[in-house]
């Protein structure tokens, strides 16, 4: 397998231009690819913020922002993923959605590159049987702000090989990250044992059992959290949340992943959280 020079990104939004971001930081050329040219603009525009948050914060020299910045180039072109050594998917938590997207990477890409998922919750397994290549697919779930969050779920598929967990597992290195290996199941670790947690708060608002705010200074005072479950619901999007429910709920089999009606309901009225300026709480 060729050394990863250059890196494709799927997908300008929340995580994938944070994504962008980390890989251009640590010195990648980054192709970032995506439908539209809205959303293209707005993840560039994202990423030119972010990186003068940090050099204002010390973190960066303005060359080294600038610089980064510049081995960015945006697309709306699969077919420019081609020259890349290394593609990760960022799209929406949608299989439908991600089954298509992981059948056309296979056929631009080279045939011993990595195709990556930054999936929350969806079957690595099921997304390699998409592809000619299932040894060379892996999860690699980043954390939002992903510029500032250091953890990355490394997720084998039923047969993603050794080498392909490996060079992941050194890329994540590479770009300042923790990775944790994490068996192919719904939800992971990390959204298995969360969401459950977001739900149960939910039900507890819904029942009256106590107001958002009231639930949220629970966490913060008594178990220590920086963000009660509530605001940090409104922060992922009340709607990836109820994306990532229903992979458990069908995954799993059980009624404890039930989504908590309530927020059925929020997000069929168009409240998700912090983006549309209105979820537990008003933005």
Request: charged share 25%; proline share 5%.
């Amino acid at each position: 397998m060729a050394e990863i020079k250059t890196a494709g990104v799927v997908g300008a939004g929340t995580m994938g231009n944070g994504i962008a971001h980390v890989f251009a930081r640590s010195g990648f050329q980054v192709v970032l690819c995506e439908v539209e040219q809205r959303f293209l603009d707005r993840g560039l525009e994202t990423i030119r913020k972010n990186l003068a948050r940090e050099t204002a914060k010390g973190k960066l020299s303005q060359a080294e922002a600038e610089a980064a910045q510049a081995r960015i180039r945006g697309t709306l072109e699969g077919q420019d993923l081609s020259i890349c050594d290394f593609v990760i998917e960022a799209a929406p938590e949608r299989f439908p959605l991600k089954q298509e997207l992981f059948s056309e990477l296979d056929s631009v890409l080279k045939p011993d590159v990595i195709l990556a998922s930054n999936t929350s919750s969806i079957s690595i397994t099921k997304l390699a049987a998409q592809t000619r290549r299932p040894g060379q697919v892996i999860g690699m779930h980043f954390f939002n702000p992903v510029p500032m969050m250091k953890l990355v779920e490394v997720i084998r598929g039923l047969e993603t090989t050794d080498e392909t967990f490996q060079r992941v597992k050194g890329l994540a290195e590479a770009l300042g990250k923790t990775p944790v290996e994490v068996h192919d199941a719904p939800g992971f670790v990390s959204n298995r044992v969360l969401m459950p947690l977001l739900n149960e708060a939910m039900y507890a608002v819904m029942e009256g059992v106590a107001t958002a705010e009231a639930v949220d200074q629970v966490f913060k005072l008594g178990m220590a959290h920086p963000m009660g479950p509530l605001e940090l619901a409104d922060f992922i999007g009340l709607d990836v949340c109820l994306d990532i429910m229903r992979v458990m709920v069908d995954g799993l089999g059980d009624p404890k992943y039930r989504p908590c009606p309530l927020l059925i309901r929020m997000v069929d009225a168009g409240w998700l959280g912090r983006k549309s300026g209105r979820g537990f709480y008003q933005y």
